[in-house]
């Protein structure tokens, strides 16, 4: 069973750290803004503000920061300030003793996917939201307020226009995923995940439309496609053609790998790289139901006991 973390109540501590690239302090003024509205006491890792090349600070200071942090008896859920670069030089050196005592929520994306998959090994929820980076942007109420009923544990109903290329269906199952190249990257590993029977997320940024057809076919070599319960595609953003046109887009690309497969599939679902990007529980059992006109995912506020990983 994918153990659920305390849900989060006013007074409690949430902390920022960088694990990955390095981060501007105004994005971390911006967070503690929101955290302290939401009566969140908010403590920042020591090496939070360092530089080193495009790194948040040297490997063992960053480690430092969040092995500091899972040891924190006071700290209830942690956050990164960014993805970009670097968590998987150290994820292998991380202690998770006190962390399997007292869980806690750890939240972010696109790089953060290595920490995702590493958490569903050891048996652990997480969140796949938007992070302080993305704080200050427009348009970003939405994704803060998924957020926020999250950790908060509030179900939430995410209801969206349908994609034209959707496959109907419902199902009920665990929600897994996250940044496909990162998703590549831990095929391998021992923080490769089991897609089998779950609703696996897609998501990724800055990619030629080339690369997103290789690891499409990456992960589908590799077996992650063949007993899924479902997949939602979320944002693809800034993709990329090359000099020599590809020809095809990434939905085309995308669905291209699905061919062989039944179960239903959403596309252009309202997560990844965007402001408004709505969290995710990795880890925990949802509903998924696609129809002709609209795509609604049932998140349960509370996500104990939930099915088996």
Not at 47 to 69: C, E, T, V, W
Not at 152 to 166: L, P, T, W
Not at 171 to 191: D, E, F, H, K, Q
Not at 234 to 252: A, V
Request: one cysteine or more; aromatic letters at 10%; hydrophobic letters at 40%.
């Amino acid at each position: 069973m994918l153990t659920c973390p305390p849900i989060l109540k006013a007074g409690d501590h949430i902390a920022i750290i960088a694990p990955a690239s390095r981060i501007e302090k105004s994005y971390i003024d911006a967070a503690e803004k929101v955290f302290k509205s939401w009566e969140l006491n908010v403590i920042t890792g020591k090496h939070l503000f360092d530089s080193h090349f495009k790194f948040a600070g040297k490997d063992p200071d960053r480690l430092s920061d969040i092995q500091a942090m899972l040891n924190s008896s006071d700290v209830k859920a942690i956050i990164c300030a960014r993805g970009g670069y670097g968590f998987n030089r150290v994820m292998d050196q991380i202690d998770y003793t006190a962390f399997n005592a007292s869980p806690k929520w750890i939240i972010g994306f696109s790089d953060i996917t290595a920490w995702h998959c590493q958490l569903s090994n050891l048996g652990f929820q997480s969140i796949h939201a938007i992070m302080p980076s993305y704080f200050e942007k427009k348009k970003v109420d939405i994704g803060l307020e998924s957020l926020r009923n999250t950790l908060f544990g509030r179900a939430q109903d995410i209801v969206v226009s349908a994609h034209m290329e959707n496959r109907f269906g419902s199902v009920n199952g665990i929600i897994t995923g996250g940044n496909l190249a990162l998703l590549c990257s831990m095929i391998g590993t021992n923080s490769d995940i089991n897609t089998n029977g779950k609703i696996l997320f897609l998501e990724d940024v800055g990619e030629t439309l080339y690369n997103i057809d290789r690891m499409m076919i990456h992960l589908k070599r590799a077996g992650k496609l063949d007993h899924l319960l479902a997949c939602i595609i979320g944002k693809f953003t800034e993709s990329k053609e090359t000099p020599e046109e590809f020809g095809n887009d990434e939905i085309s690309i995308i669905k291209e790998h699905f061919k062989s497969y039944e179960y239903p599939l959403c596309f252009d679902f309202p997560a990844g790289h965007i402001p408004n990007s709505f969290a995710l529980p990795f880890g925990r059992n949802v509903k998924l139901q696609i129809s002709s006109e609209l795509v609604q995912l049932n998140i349960p506020g509370d996500g104990h006991s939930q099915g088996s990983s």
